[in-house]
């Protein structure tokens, strides 16, 4: 999407700040800890009002509806899950087993769950989010679609391997070959999941939509990995200029000081995970432009992301010099500090009134999903 000079376009705004977050923060913390996790429900719901509360739109703050009791019955039965999962493997390891595959196969139900609560649970101007996707997409894209490649290889394998038409020793490659085929089906699948997602939320009556297609993740991955092998390419550059210098004048590596050698590999340690910092960001910004600058909402309302890759960048070094200084106690503002910049770098282009949406109305929605996908660490990042 390109914004004219001669469009406005109405900002998000973010106007939090660490030193209030903090005092949540830390009170969330000390009182989760004195009730054995017990308020961590009231934690969540803290803070997500915190920065539901502090992103507006056109001067309205956006809402966060869901209750504690709502968290907490569903997180108390995802600890009970695990709790039984961890128990059954002790003393019934076949059965525990079990569980895990039936935890497996409700994976997507969970990440559905998860995705129809928190959106379902969001306002603004005191008109409700709502997402109406179906279940069985969320399977075929998480359970079926990753290893589609892998089963046509394994049959086309399995073919050829009774027909004698090739050597065994070969099949390890060709299983490579379809281990790798799913690690280049990923894209796609992120593509998939995005465009379910975007065209399954409502606002009140209206729709939101997008034509979300896997071009823009395979060109972003592509260049992260032509980029990384130029980190590789640096990387040995920088060793050879030590190492190699020591060998063609008659040093031997054992022989040069223990100094040098740990400064060349710091070195190298140290790129590796600035390029690391860098790499979330690169991707992180690319996709996240994409994403809702091909989004709407019923023609009314065009999503825009100004984000950009050396400000992202700098916000999370920023972070981590942040964190390491203080020992972890200066969270509340890296947590803001990202917030602020991703929603201050996002725009609404808007025509028309917001205010003609109405409320459909809403049934009620468990929070089971929601708090078995945080318990089981099955969160789904459309970088939205």
Do not use: C
């Not at 017990?38 to 539901?52: D, M, Q």
């Not at 899950?81 to 595959?101: E, M, N, R, S």
């Not at 109305?361 to 089971?368: L, R």
């Amino acid at each position: 999407m390109l914004i004219h000079t001669n469009e406005k376009a109405t900002p998000f705004e973010f106007t939090g700040r660490g030193g209030e977050y903090f005092r949540i923060w830390i009170v969330n913390i000390v009182l989760t800890l004195l009730t054995l996790g017990i308020y961590s429900a009231w934690a969540t719901v803290r803070k997500r009002r915190y920065f539901y509360g502090n992103t507006r739109l056109d001067g309205t703050e956006f809402e966060y509806l869901a209750t504690p009791w709502m968290i907490l019955r569903g997180r108390l039965i995802a600890i009970a899950v695990l709790i039984l999962y961890f128990v059954l493997g002790q003393f019934y390891p076949l059965a525990a087993g079990i569980l895990a595959v039936l935890l497996i196969l409700a994976m997507p139900w969970i990440v559905w769950n998860s995705m129809r609560f928190q959106i379902r649970m969001s306002q603004y101007r005191n008109v409700r989010f709502s997402f109406n996707g179906r279940l069985r997409p969320v399977y075929f894209y998480m359970l079926i679609l990753p290893f589609i490649p892998v089963l046509i290889l394994a049959a086309v394998v399995a073919a050829l391997y009774f027909s004698s038409l090739v050597d065994p020793g070969r099949i390890a490659p060709l299983a490579g070959l379809g281990l790798l085929s799913v690690y280049l089906i990923i894209p796609l699948i992120q593509a998939k999941i995005a465009n379910y997602y975007i065209n399954h939320v409502a606002f009140g009556q209206g729709k939101f939509a997008a034509t979300i297609t896997s071009g823009t993740y395979y060109m972003t991955y592509l260049k992260v990995f032509l980029i990384f092998m130029l980190v590789i390419v640096a990387s040995g550059y920088i060793g050879f200029l030590v190492l190699g210098k020591g060998i063609f004048t008659g040093m031997q590596a054992q022989q040069m000081p223990e100094s040098g050698m740990l400064g060349v590999f710091g070195w190298i340690y140290l790129l590796f995970i600035l390029f690391g910092i860098w790499l979330r960001a690169y991707v992180g910004v690319k996709i996240r432009n994409y994403l809702f600058d091909s989004t709407n909402l019923d023609k009314n309302l065009q999503l825009h992301s100004a984000m950009k890759v050396t400000g992202l960048f700098g916000v999370y070094l920023g972070n981590i010099i942040l964190l390491i200084v203080t020992l972890g106690l200066a969270y509340p503002w890296t947590a803001v500090r990202i917030a602020r910049y991703k929603i201050n770098n996002t725009f609404a282009l808007i025509e028309g009134n917001l205010s003609k949406y109405v409320t459909k109305q809403q049934e009620y929605q468990s929070a089971i999903g929601d708090e078995l996908g945080d318990a089981l660490d099955f969160d789904m990042d459309i970088a939205l």
